[in-house]
């Protein structure tokens, strides 16, 4: 597609349930990375796929939460046992290359309740 | 961390008038680039400044970066009511494989 495509767009969830999030970047972009970010705060990150390289996964919070990338296209974060305070926007976001050499191109986000 | 920090955290201002934002980091950078948010959706992004760069221009944006200050500053002319939003800077080096952002400042321009 031409941009960053997430779903769904909205996620209301029982404490407990586990969640599964999807991202689709641009075609043709090997980096791939993703942020929370709660209402009124900055963006978290979360992880980062680059290539075939292992994942940066130093801003998972908990092991409740884990990420893949398959094909080295699409993503899917998984949140387990969801918590009232996962309740979150979740964005991602991809970029040809790593680092900020190229522009990172976002998606509209998945937002996230955890009730 | 190379996460920016902007300054100030929230800006009010009055259509047509101008918007300086601030921007500091602590590590060496290869670039540094300027995002923008309206209200929690996706990121878009404004403008990269190289650390060879002094002065950059897009439009209403001017961005300056003062490598020796580690700051950088974003400065919006002539501002419309569709300026508000909050704005991030994401500065990058060799160092560190994702970016990072700190908490934004937050625009709003009064009509």
């Known amino acids: 597609g031409a941009g960053v495509s997430q779903s769904p767009s909205n996620k209301v969830t029982e404490k407990g349930k586990d969640v599964e999030l999807r991202c689709d970047p641009i075609s043709g972009h090997t980096a791939l990375y993703w942020y929370r970010q709660s209402l009124g705060q900055g963006l978290e990150f979360l992880i980062y796929?680059?290539?075939?390289?292992?994942?940066?996964k130093s801003g998972l919070p908990s092991d409740r939460f884990s990420a893949e990338r398959t094909g080295g296209s699409v993503s899917t974060l998984t949140i387990q046992r969801t918590q009232q305070e996962d309740s979150a926007v979740y964005l991602c976001?991809?970029?040809?290359?790593?680092?900020?050499?190229?522009?990172?191109?976002f998606g509209e986000g998945s937002w996230l309740t955890v009730v | 961390s190379q996460q920016g920090e902007e300054d100030p955290q929230a800006l009010s201002i009055q259509e047509g008038e101008n918007a300086t934002m601030n921007c500091s980091y602590k590590t060496s950078i290869n670039n540094l680039q300027w995002y923008r948010q309206n209200s929690g959706r996706g990121l878009v992004h404004l403008i990269l400044?190289?650390?060879?760069?002094r002065e950059k221009h897009s439009g209403r944006l001017r961005v300056t970066l003062d490598t020796s200050k580690k700051s950088s500053s974003l400065l919006i002319t002539a501002s419309r009511a569709a300026d508000t939003a909050s704005y991030f800077c994401?500065?990058?080096?060799?160092?560190?494989?994702?970016?990072?952002f700190g908490s934004g400042t937050r625009l709003q321009v009064q009509p």
């Open positions: 994401a500065p990058t080096n060799t160092g560190r494989r994702a970016l990072t």
């Open positions: 976001a991809s970029s040809l290359g790593d680092r900020g050499r190229n522009t990172i191109y």
């Open positions: 796929f680059q290539g075939n390289s292992a994942p940066d």
């Open positions: 400044i190289r650390s060879n760069e």
